[in-house]
């Protein structure tokens, strides 16, 4: 459980992470993206907000079912020894 737990936290944590990105087109047409800007141009930038869907209610549900039957197990196992 500790383990799912932990998976769950890494991957709302990458999803949460932001970093920049710089698109540029060079001279010959052709869309470039990079984690660094181009050093033969001038850099605008632009803001965007990217936000994260709202999580799928079913899958939530999944989950909180999972958790509820892994509890009902260990307690079954505590009360079996």
Known sequence: ???MLTMLLCACMAAASADQVYRWVDKDGHVHYS???????AV?????????PPPDPTGQQNA???VQ?????????????
């Open 1 to 3: 459980m500790k383990l």
């Open 35 to 41: 984690q660094t800007p181009p050093a033969s141009t």
């Open 69 to 81: 039957q892994m509890r009902v197990q260990n307690q079954q196992a505590q009360v079996a020894q």
């Open 64 to 66: 909180q079912n999972m």
């Open 44 to 52: 605008h930038t632009n803001s965007m907000d990217v936000s994260a």
